[in-house]
Protein backbone atom coordinates (compact mmCIF):
# COMPACT_ATOMS: atom_id res chain seq x y z
CA UNK A 1 0.00 0.00 0.00
CA UNK A 2 1.29 2.94 -1.14
CA UNK A 3 1.40 6.82 0.80
CA UNK A 4 -1.20 7.48 -0.98
CA UNK A 5 -3.86 4.47 -0.31
CA UNK A 6 -2.47 5.11 3.70
CA UNK A 7 -3.72 9.08 3.77
CA UNK A 8 -6.81 7.91 2.26
CA UNK A 9 -8.02 5.18 4.51
CA UNK A 10 -7.40 7.56 7.71
CA UNK A 11 -8.96 10.23 6.40
CA UNK A 12 -12.05 8.00 6.07
CA UNK A 13 -11.11 6.54 9.48
CA UNK A 14 -11.34 10.07 10.28
CA UNK A 15 -14.80 10.88 8.92
CA UNK A 16 -16.05 7.64 10.38
CA UNK A 17 -14.62 8.73 13.69
CA UNK A 18 -16.31 12.27 13.63
CA UNK A 19 -19.97 11.03 11.86
CA UNK A 20 -19.70 8.44 15.27
CA UNK A 21 -18.85 11.30 17.53
CA UNK A 22 -22.11 13.35 16.03
CA UNK A 23 -24.15 10.11 16.84
CA UNK A 24 -23.11 10.27 20.07
CA UNK A 25 -23.51 13.97 20.88
CA UNK A 26 -26.97 13.72 18.88
CA UNK A 27 -27.99 10.73 21.12
CA UNK A 28 -26.79 13.06 24.43
CA UNK A 29 -29.11 16.05 23.50
CA UNK A 30 -31.48 13.53 23.01
CA UNK A 31 -31.85 12.15 26.42
CA UNK A 32 -29.56 14.60 28.54
CA UNK A 33 -33.69 15.02 30.16
CA UNK A 34 -33.96 11.71 31.27
CA UNK A 35 -32.35 11.03 34.42
CA UNK A 36 -34.80 8.02 35.45
CA UNK A 37 -34.06 4.61 35.17
CA UNK A 38 -35.28 2.34 32.49
CA UNK A 39 -36.99 -0.13 34.25
CA UNK A 40 -39.37 -0.12 37.48
CA UNK A 41 -38.16 1.19 41.05
CA UNK A 42 -40.54 2.22 43.56
CA UNK A 43 -42.86 5.33 42.29
CA UNK A 44 -44.81 5.92 39.45
CA UNK A 45 -44.44 4.57 35.98
CA UNK A 46 -46.13 4.45 33.09
CA UNK A 47 -45.51 3.12 29.24
CA UNK A 48 -43.70 5.45 26.41
CA UNK A 49 -42.21 4.74 22.90
CA UNK A 50 -38.54 5.81 22.08
CA UNK A 51 -38.05 7.29 19.17
CA UNK A 52 -38.09 3.42 17.56
CA UNK A 53 -41.37 3.02 18.49
CA UNK A 54 -40.35 0.51 20.93
CA UNK A 55 -42.21 0.44 24.43
CA UNK A 56 -39.72 1.47 27.43
CA UNK A 57 -40.91 1.62 31.43
CA UNK A 58 -40.07 5.31 32.36
CA UNK A 59 -40.09 6.20 36.16
CA UNK A 60 -41.65 9.17 37.27
CA UNK A 61 -40.88 10.13 41.20
CA UNK A 62 -43.70 11.30 43.62
CA UNK A 63 -43.42 12.79 46.78
CA UNK A 64 -45.44 10.45 48.48
CA UNK A 65 -44.51 6.46 48.85
CA UNK A 66 -44.71 3.61 46.72
CA UNK A 67 -47.28 1.94 48.84
CA UNK A 68 -49.62 4.86 48.32
CA UNK A 69 -49.76 4.70 44.50
CA UNK A 70 -48.77 1.44 43.43
CA UNK A 71 -46.74 -1.39 44.83
CA UNK A 72 -44.21 -2.64 42.08
CA UNK A 73 -42.77 -6.04 42.74
CA UNK A 74 -39.26 -5.77 40.92
CA UNK A 75 -38.34 -9.05 41.50
CA UNK A 76 -41.62 -9.90 39.37
CA UNK A 77 -40.40 -7.73 36.63
CA UNK A 78 -36.57 -9.48 37.17
CA UNK A 79 -37.85 -12.69 37.09
CA UNK A 80 -40.65 -11.85 33.81
CA UNK A 81 -37.53 -10.60 32.12
CA UNK A 82 -35.42 -13.71 32.84
CA UNK A 83 -38.07 -15.93 32.17
CA UNK A 84 -38.96 -14.29 29.03
CA UNK A 85 -41.27 -15.97 25.97
CA UNK A 86 -38.66 -18.68 25.78
CA UNK A 87 -38.76 -20.16 29.07
CA UNK A 88 -35.44 -18.59 30.72
CA UNK A 89 -33.26 -19.97 27.46
CA UNK A 90 -31.76 -16.80 26.30
CA UNK A 91 -31.08 -16.09 30.54
CA UNK A 92 -29.52 -19.26 31.01
CA UNK A 93 -27.07 -18.10 27.90
CA UNK A 94 -26.43 -15.21 29.06
CA UNK A 95 -24.96 -16.69 32.30
CA UNK A 96 -23.07 -19.47 31.50
CA UNK A 97 -21.17 -18.08 27.76
CA UNK A 98 -22.23 -14.32 27.66
CA UNK A 99 -21.10 -12.91 30.73
CA UNK A 100 -19.69 -15.30 33.92
CA UNK A 101 -17.67 -15.83 36.83
CA UNK A 102 -13.87 -16.40 37.03
CA UNK A 103 -13.10 -16.77 40.66
CA UNK A 104 -10.66 -14.33 42.50
CA UNK A 105 -8.03 -12.11 41.44
CA UNK A 106 -4.73 -11.58 43.03
CA UNK A 107 -6.26 -8.26 44.93
CA UNK A 108 -9.30 -10.61 46.22
CA UNK A 109 -11.58 -9.21 43.59
CA UNK A 110 -14.62 -11.51 41.75
CA UNK A 111 -13.29 -11.26 38.43
CA UNK A 112 -16.19 -10.78 35.44
CA UNK A 113 -16.25 -12.01 32.13
CA UNK A 114 -17.73 -10.58 28.94
CA UNK A 115 -17.46 -12.77 25.83
CA UNK A 116 -18.14 -10.83 22.80
CA UNK A 117 -17.56 -13.23 20.41
CA UNK A 118 -20.88 -15.30 22.00
CA UNK A 119 -23.16 -12.41 21.33
CA UNK A 120 -26.17 -13.76 19.79
CA UNK A 121 -27.83 -12.47 16.84
CA UNK A 122 -29.81 -9.29 16.71
CA UNK A 123 -32.20 -10.43 14.36
CA UNK A 124 -33.59 -12.71 16.60
CA UNK A 125 -32.69 -11.97 19.95
CA UNK A 126 -34.70 -8.67 21.53
CA UNK A 127 -31.64 -6.97 22.69
CA UNK A 128 -33.47 -4.41 25.00
CA UNK A 129 -34.20 -8.09 26.64
CA UNK A 130 -30.49 -8.99 26.39
CA UNK A 131 -29.55 -5.53 28.28
CA UNK A 132 -32.07 -5.60 30.76
CA UNK A 133 -30.40 -9.52 31.90
CA UNK A 134 -26.49 -8.19 31.52
CA UNK A 135 -27.79 -5.47 34.31
CA UNK A 136 -29.27 -8.57 36.45
CA UNK A 137 -25.99 -10.27 36.24
CA UNK A 138 -23.65 -7.22 37.18
CA UNK A 139 -26.32 -7.18 40.10
CA UNK A 140 -24.69 -10.18 41.61
CA UNK A 141 -21.26 -8.52 41.77
CA UNK A 142 -21.88 -4.55 42.30
CA UNK A 143 -21.44 -5.02 46.30
CA UNK A 144 -17.91 -6.44 45.97
CA UNK A 145 -15.31 -5.04 44.80
CA UNK A 146 -14.83 -6.33 40.97
CA UNK A 147 -13.11 -6.81 37.66
CA UNK A 148 -14.30 -6.92 34.49
CA UNK A 149 -12.59 -8.92 31.92
CA UNK A 150 -13.98 -8.27 28.45
CA UNK A 151 -12.68 -10.68 25.59
CA UNK A 152 -13.63 -8.15 22.28
CA UNK A 153 -12.25 -10.52 19.94
CA UNK A 154 -13.63 -13.46 17.53
CA UNK A 155 -17.67 -11.42 17.82
CA UNK A 156 -19.16 -11.92 15.13
CA UNK A 157 -22.65 -9.72 15.80
CA UNK A 158 -22.03 -5.80 17.01
CA UNK A 159 -24.50 -4.39 19.03
CA UNK A 160 -25.69 -0.61 17.42
CA UNK A 161 -23.80 2.42 19.13
CA UNK A 162 -27.40 3.50 19.97
CA UNK A 163 -27.32 0.17 22.43
CA UNK A 164 -23.76 0.70 23.11
CA UNK A 165 -24.76 4.31 24.96
CA UNK A 166 -28.07 3.04 26.40
CA UNK A 167 -25.93 0.39 28.04
CA UNK A 168 -23.84 3.04 29.23
CA UNK A 169 -26.56 5.43 30.57
CA UNK A 170 -27.97 2.19 32.03
CA UNK A 171 -24.47 1.99 34.28
CA UNK A 172 -25.06 3.98 37.43
CA UNK A 173 -23.11 4.98 40.05
CA UNK A 174 -23.05 1.50 42.37
CA UNK A 175 -22.06 -0.25 39.48
CA UNK A 176 -19.24 1.90 38.36
CA UNK A 177 -18.15 2.46 41.87
CA UNK A 178 -17.09 -0.89 42.50
CA UNK A 179 -15.13 -2.02 39.33
CA UNK A 180 -11.99 -1.81 39.82
CA UNK A 181 -10.35 -2.54 36.55
CA UNK A 182 -11.96 -3.32 32.77
CA UNK A 183 -9.53 -5.11 31.08
CA UNK A 184 -10.18 -4.98 27.01
CA UNK A 185 -8.43 -7.60 25.68
CA UNK A 186 -7.77 -7.53 21.95
CA UNK A 187 -9.65 -4.42 20.94
CA UNK A 188 -11.12 -4.82 17.71
CA UNK A 189 -11.67 -1.99 15.50
CA UNK A 190 -15.00 -1.10 16.25
CA UNK A 191 -13.98 -0.89 20.15
CA UNK A 192 -11.60 1.56 19.52
CA UNK A 193 -13.87 3.69 17.42
CA UNK A 194 -16.61 3.29 19.71
CA UNK A 195 -14.61 4.04 23.46
CA UNK A 196 -13.38 6.64 21.04
CA UNK A 197 -16.38 8.41 20.10
CA UNK A 198 -17.58 7.91 23.90
CA UNK A 199 -14.99 9.65 25.61
CA UNK A 200 -16.61 12.79 25.82
CA UNK A 201 -19.32 11.44 27.98
CA UNK A 202 -16.96 8.47 29.54
CA UNK A 203 -16.20 10.17 33.26
CA UNK A 204 -12.27 11.01 33.93
CA UNK A 205 -12.57 7.75 36.34
CA UNK A 206 -14.15 5.48 34.59
CA UNK A 207 -11.33 6.14 31.42
CA UNK A 208 -8.71 5.54 34.31
CA UNK A 209 -10.04 1.98 35.33
CA UNK A 210 -9.78 1.00 31.48
CA UNK A 211 -6.78 -1.41 31.02
CA UNK A 212 -5.66 -2.30 27.19
CA UNK A 213 -4.69 -5.69 26.88
CA UNK A 214 -3.33 -6.50 23.21
CA UNK A 215 -2.13 -10.26 24.00
CA UNK A 216 -2.83 -12.86 26.94
CA UNK A 217 0.25 -12.60 27.89
CA UNK A 218 0.07 -9.68 28.88
CA UNK A 219 -3.48 -10.26 30.33
CA UNK A 220 -1.53 -13.34 32.69
CA UNK A 221 0.08 -10.36 33.92
CA UNK A 222 -2.80 -8.58 35.93
CA UNK A 223 -5.13 -11.68 36.75
CA UNK A 224 -4.62 -15.73 37.25
CA UNK A 225 -5.33 -16.55 33.56
CA UNK A 226 -5.27 -19.93 34.34
CA UNK A 227 -8.40 -19.90 36.40
CA UNK A 228 -10.45 -18.29 33.39
CA UNK A 229 -12.75 -20.04 31.20
CA UNK A 230 -11.38 -18.47 27.47
CA UNK A 231 -13.47 -18.80 24.63
CA UNK A 232 -12.15 -20.72 21.58
CA UNK A 233 -12.35 -17.78 19.26
CA UNK A 234 -10.13 -15.68 21.72
CA UNK A 235 -7.62 -18.18 21.92
CA UNK A 236 -8.04 -18.28 17.89
CA UNK A 237 -6.96 -14.23 17.59
CA UNK A 238 -4.41 -14.63 20.00
CA UNK A 239 -2.87 -16.98 17.51
CA UNK A 240 -2.63 -14.23 15.57
CA UNK A 241 -0.71 -12.42 17.69
CA UNK A 242 1.51 -14.44 19.98
CA UNK A 243 2.38 -18.32 19.30
CA UNK A 244 2.18 -18.92 23.11
CA UNK A 245 1.29 -17.82 26.33
CA UNK A 246 3.46 -16.75 28.46
CA UNK A 247 3.15 -17.22 32.43
CA UNK A 248 4.05 -14.68 35.15
CA UNK A 249 6.60 -17.33 36.72
CA UNK A 250 6.61 -15.34 40.13
CA UNK A 251 2.31 -16.09 40.60
CA UNK A 252 2.43 -19.77 39.49
CA UNK A 253 5.32 -21.01 41.93
CA UNK A 254 5.51 -20.93 45.59
CA UNK A 255 7.67 -17.97 46.91
CA UNK A 256 9.42 -17.26 50.18
CA UNK A 257 6.22 -16.08 51.69
CA UNK A 258 3.24 -16.15 49.21
CA UNK A 259 1.93 -19.39 48.51
CA UNK A 260 3.83 -21.14 51.45
CA UNK A 261 2.16 -23.85 53.58
CA UNK A 262 0.85 -21.86 56.96
CA UNK A 263 3.38 -24.56 58.57
CA UNK A 264 6.13 -24.36 56.52
CA UNK A 265 6.13 -20.48 57.78
CA UNK A 266 5.06 -20.97 61.35
CA UNK A 267 6.31 -24.37 62.74
CA UNK A 268 3.45 -27.14 62.94
CA UNK A 269 2.19 -25.82 66.51
CA UNK A 270 2.68 -21.91 65.23
CA UNK A 271 5.79 -21.80 67.82
CA UNK A 272 7.51 -19.54 65.47
CA UNK A 273 4.59 -17.40 64.90
CA UNK A 274 3.11 -15.30 62.18
CA UNK A 275 5.72 -14.35 59.21
CA UNK A 276 6.99 -11.14 58.68
CA UNK A 277 4.99 -10.48 56.05
CA UNK A 278 1.97 -10.29 57.87
CA UNK A 279 3.64 -8.84 61.33
CA UNK A 280 4.61 -5.83 59.39
CA UNK A 281 0.83 -5.15 57.92
CA UNK A 282 -0.82 -5.83 60.79
CA UNK A 283 1.91 -3.92 63.30
CA UNK A 284 1.70 -0.41 61.03
CA UNK A 285 -1.93 -1.52 60.67
CA UNK A 286 -2.95 -1.44 64.33
CA UNK A 287 -0.60 2.28 64.72
CA UNK A 288 -1.64 3.86 61.82
CA UNK A 289 -4.19 2.77 59.82
CA UNK A 290 -7.38 2.08 61.84
CA UNK A 291 -9.02 5.44 61.00
CA UNK A 292 -7.76 5.25 57.63
CA UNK A 293 -10.87 5.92 54.91
CA UNK A 294 -12.25 2.74 53.20
CA UNK A 295 -9.52 0.54 54.07
CA UNK A 296 -9.00 -2.96 52.82
CA UNK A 297 -11.47 -1.42 49.90
CA UNK A 298 -9.53 0.78 48.01
CA UNK A 299 -6.73 -0.34 46.29
CA UNK A 300 -3.47 1.01 45.68
CA UNK A 301 -1.39 0.83 42.43
CA UNK A 302 -0.58 -3.01 41.63
CA UNK A 303 2.85 -2.04 41.03
CA UNK A 304 3.62 -0.38 44.02
CA UNK A 305 2.07 -3.89 45.95
CA UNK A 306 4.60 -5.61 43.43
CA UNK A 307 6.92 -3.82 44.39
CA UNK A 308 6.88 -4.22 48.01
CA UNK A 309 5.97 -8.28 47.57
CA UNK A 310 9.18 -8.39 45.38
CA UNK A 311 11.16 -7.37 48.54
CA UNK A 312 10.21 -10.30 50.47
CA UNK A 313 10.62 -12.83 47.79
CA UNK A 314 13.02 -11.62 45.64
CA UNK A 315 15.21 -9.20 47.43
CA UNK A 316 15.21 -11.59 50.59
CA UNK A 317 14.44 -9.02 53.13
CA UNK A 318 12.90 -10.02 56.65
CA UNK A 319 11.07 -6.66 57.38
CA UNK A 320 9.07 -4.02 54.93
CA UNK A 321 9.28 -0.33 56.01
CA UNK A 322 5.76 0.72 55.49
CA UNK A 323 6.16 3.75 56.03
CA UNK A 324 7.58 4.43 52.71
CA UNK A 325 4.22 3.33 51.66
CA UNK A 326 1.01 3.81 53.33
CA UNK A 327 -1.63 1.72 54.84
CA UNK A 328 -3.73 1.38 51.85
CA UNK A 329 -0.34 -0.97 50.31
CA UNK A 330 -0.19 -2.54 53.70
CA UNK A 331 -3.49 -3.64 53.82
CA UNK A 332 -3.45 -4.86 49.80
CA UNK A 333 -0.49 -7.42 50.68
CA UNK A 334 -1.77 -8.79 53.45
CA UNK A 335 -4.76 -9.34 51.29
CA UNK A 336 -3.09 -10.96 48.41
CA UNK A 337 -0.79 -12.74 51.01
CA UNK A 338 -4.48 -14.62 52.60
CA UNK A 339 -5.77 -15.14 49.22
CA UNK A 340 -2.66 -17.20 48.04
CA UNK A 341 -2.15 -19.21 50.86
CA UNK A 342 -2.52 -23.43 49.03
CA UNK A 343 -5.14 -23.97 51.46
CA UNK A 344 -7.37 -21.43 51.31
CA UNK A 345 -9.16 -20.66 54.80
CA UNK A 346 -12.63 -21.90 53.83
CA UNK A 347 -11.92 -25.02 51.99
CA UNK A 348 -14.62 -26.49 49.74
CA UNK A 349 -15.03 -28.90 52.35
CA UNK A 350 -16.65 -26.51 55.09
CA UNK A 351 -19.07 -24.56 52.22
CA UNK A 352 -21.51 -26.23 53.25
CA UNK A 353 -21.12 -25.78 56.88
CA UNK A 354 -20.81 -22.06 56.75
CA UNK A 355 -23.74 -22.20 54.88
CA UNK A 356 -25.83 -23.93 58.09
CA UNK A 357 -24.50 -21.01 59.99
CA UNK A 358 -28.11 -20.45 61.92
CA UNK A 359 -28.37 -16.17 61.25
CA UNK A 360 -32.34 -16.57 61.01
CA UNK A 361 -32.51 -17.84 64.73
CA UNK A 362 -30.40 -14.40 65.94
CA UNK A 363 -26.72 -13.53 65.85
CA UNK A 364 -25.26 -15.17 69.24
CA UNK A 365 -26.85 -18.42 68.30
CA UNK A 366 -25.11 -17.65 65.05
CA UNK A 367 -21.80 -16.62 66.79
CA UNK A 368 -22.05 -19.91 69.18
CA UNK A 369 -22.23 -22.03 66.16
CA UNK A 370 -19.28 -20.34 64.55
CA UNK A 371 -17.25 -20.79 67.93
CA UNK A 372 -18.33 -24.24 68.89
CA UNK A 373 -18.58 -25.89 65.65
CA UNK A 374 -17.23 -23.88 62.35
CA UNK A 375 -14.38 -22.67 64.27
CA UNK A 376 -12.69 -25.60 65.26
CA UNK A 377 -13.04 -27.22 61.84
CA UNK A 378 -11.46 -24.10 60.12
CA UNK A 379 -8.51 -24.52 62.67
CA UNK A 380 -6.84 -27.73 62.63
CA UNK A 381 -4.11 -26.44 61.96
CA UNK A 382 -3.20 -24.45 65.16
CA UNK A 383 -1.17 -21.98 62.73
CA UNK A 384 -5.11 -21.41 61.34
CA UNK A 385 -6.44 -20.40 64.55
CA UNK A 386 -3.27 -18.20 65.62
CA UNK A 387 -3.66 -16.12 61.89
CA UNK A 388 -7.31 -15.90 62.44
CA UNK A 389 -7.00 -14.32 65.90
CA UNK A 390 -4.65 -11.67 65.21
CA UNK A 391 -6.59 -10.91 61.37
CA UNK A 392 -10.16 -10.64 63.03
CA UNK A 393 -8.97 -8.31 66.00
CA UNK A 394 -7.49 -6.57 62.97
CA UNK A 395 -10.45 -6.35 61.70
CA UNK A 396 -12.78 -5.59 64.82
CA UNK A 397 -10.17 -2.72 65.56
CA UNK A 398 -11.04 -0.94 62.35
CA UNK A 399 -14.80 -2.14 62.79
CA UNK A 400 -14.93 0.22 65.77
CA UNK A 401 -13.46 3.54 64.15
CA UNK A 402 -16.40 2.99 60.96
CA UNK A 403 -17.69 6.42 62.09
CA UNK A 404 -14.29 7.72 61.02
CA UNK A 405 -13.30 5.37 57.76
CA UNK A 406 -16.71 4.23 56.83
CA UNK A 407 -15.74 0.06 57.54
CA UNK A 408 -18.64 -1.19 59.28
CA UNK A 409 -18.40 -4.89 59.93
CA UNK A 410 -20.49 -5.92 56.67
CA UNK A 411 -17.86 -3.60 54.57
CA UNK A 412 -14.93 -5.37 55.89
CA UNK A 413 -16.58 -8.98 55.77
CA UNK A 414 -17.43 -8.18 52.12
CA UNK A 415 -14.32 -6.94 51.41
CA UNK A 416 -12.24 -9.98 52.86
CA UNK A 417 -14.62 -12.63 51.31
CA UNK A 418 -12.92 -13.25 48.07
CA UNK A 419 -9.36 -13.97 49.92
CA UNK A 420 -11.12 -16.61 51.94
CA UNK A 421 -12.00 -18.90 49.40
CA UNK A 422 -10.84 -20.96 46.63
CA UNK A 423 -11.87 -24.46 45.07
CA UNK A 424 -12.23 -25.83 41.25
CA UNK A 425 -15.65 -24.07 40.43
CA UNK A 426 -15.43 -20.50 40.07
CA UNK A 427 -18.81 -19.59 40.40
CA UNK A 428 -19.45 -21.50 43.81
CA UNK A 429 -16.80 -19.30 45.25
CA UNK A 430 -18.32 -16.14 44.03
CA UNK A 431 -21.91 -17.87 45.55
CA UNK A 432 -20.09 -18.10 48.72
CA UNK A 433 -18.30 -14.72 48.86
CA UNK A 434 -20.70 -12.34 47.18
CA UNK A 435 -22.62 -9.66 49.39
CA UNK A 436 -25.58 -9.91 47.15
CA UNK A 437 -26.51 -13.69 47.22
CA UNK A 438 -27.06 -13.18 51.23
CA UNK A 439 -29.15 -10.87 53.45
CA UNK A 440 -27.12 -8.44 55.47
CA UNK A 441 -28.37 -6.31 58.32
CA UNK A 442 -27.54 -2.42 55.84
CA UNK A 443 -27.43 -3.76 52.96
CA UNK A 444 -31.54 -3.20 51.60
CA UNK A 445 -32.92 -5.55 48.64
CA UNK A 446 -36.01 -5.71 47.52
CA UNK A 447 -36.58 -9.49 49.06
CA UNK A 448 -35.43 -8.88 52.21
CA UNK A 449 -38.19 -11.16 53.78
CA UNK A 450 -37.24 -13.96 51.19
CA UNK A 451 -35.07 -16.71 53.64
CA UNK A 452 -31.23 -16.77 52.43
CA UNK A 453 -28.52 -19.12 52.84
CA UNK A 454 -25.24 -17.69 55.07
CA UNK A 455 -22.09 -16.99 53.35
CA UNK A 456 -18.04 -16.14 54.13
CA UNK A 457 -19.66 -12.63 54.12
CA UNK A 458 -21.95 -13.71 57.06
CA UNK A 459 -19.27 -15.85 58.42
CA UNK A 460 -16.47 -13.00 58.63
CA UNK A 461 -19.02 -10.22 59.78
CA UNK A 462 -20.59 -12.41 62.77
CA UNK A 463 -16.72 -12.77 63.51
CA UNK A 464 -15.33 -9.24 63.84
CA UNK A 465 -18.73 -8.38 65.50
CA UNK A 466 -18.42 -11.04 68.33
CA UNK A 467 -14.74 -11.37 68.50
CA UNK A 468 -14.76 -11.39 72.44
CA UNK A 469 -17.38 -14.19 72.38
CA UNK A 470 -15.98 -16.00 68.94
CA UNK A 471 -12.37 -16.43 70.33
CA UNK A 472 -12.29 -16.40 73.35
CA UNK A 473 -11.29 -19.96 73.66
CA UNK A 474 -8.50 -19.56 71.02
CA UNK A 475 -6.73 -16.67 72.73
CA UNK A 476 -7.22 -18.59 75.93
CA UNK A 477 -5.33 -21.55 74.44
CA UNK A 478 -2.83 -19.60 72.83
CA UNK A 479 -2.33 -16.26 75.06
CA UNK A 480 1.21 -16.56 75.16
CA UNK A 481 1.91 -16.71 71.29
CA UNK A 482 -0.63 -14.13 70.91
CA UNK A 483 0.24 -11.57 73.83
CA UNK A 484 3.34 -10.46 71.40
CA UNK A 485 0.86 -9.03 69.09
CA UNK A 486 -1.01 -7.68 72.16
CA UNK A 487 -4.21 -9.69 71.44
CA UNK A 488 -5.77 -10.44 74.97
CA UNK A 489 -9.23 -12.18 75.88
CA UNK A 490 -11.62 -8.93 77.79
CA UNK A 491 -14.38 -11.63 77.69
CA UNK A 492 -13.77 -14.60 80.50
CA UNK A 493 -16.93 -15.88 80.15
CA UNK A 494 -19.01 -15.89 76.85
CA UNK A 495 -22.63 -14.22 76.86
CA UNK A 496 -25.30 -16.60 78.04
CA UNK A 497 -27.49 -18.13 75.35
CA UNK A 498 -31.24 -16.23 75.10
CA UNK A 499 -33.63 -18.22 76.92
CA UNK A 500 -35.56 -19.74 74.57
CA UNK A 501 -39.49 -19.09 74.94
CA UNK A 502 -41.74 -20.98 76.41
CA UNK A 503 -44.55 -22.29 74.15
CA UNK A 504 -48.06 -20.29 74.10
CA UNK A 505 -50.94 -22.43 74.98
CA UNK A 506 -53.72 -22.37 72.48
Not at 20 to 32: E, G
Not at 75 to 82: Q, T
Not at 257 to 285: I, K, S
Amino acid sequence: MDQSDIGGSRKKLGLLNQTIKSKFSQLSTKFASNKQPVFPIHGNWNSVEDEDGVDMIRVERSETSSSDILDLDLEAFREANIEGDDGGVLAQYVNSSLIYEAGVDREGQLMLVFAACQLPDPKSTDYDRLLNLIMFRLDDFVENDYTLIFFAAGSQYKPSIKWVYRAYKRLTRKYKKNLKNLYIVHPALWIKITMEAMSSILSPKFNRKLVWISKLSDLAKEVPLEQINIPDAVYAHNLTKEQQIEYEADFSMPGKYFGVELEALMGQNGERGVPPVVTDAVDYLFSHGLTTPDIFRKMPPKDVVRKVRAEYEQLDKTSVAYALHGEYVAAAVLKAWIGELPHPLVPLQLYEMVRAIPIDQGEVEAATYIRDILLPSMCESKCTAILLSILIRLLDMVSQNSGVNNMTAVRLAVAWAPCWVRSTSPELDVEMCSATRIRLPDLESPDADVPKPSNVVTLIRIMISYYDFVFAPTILEFKDTLAIHRITSSVEDPPPKPPRRKPTDP
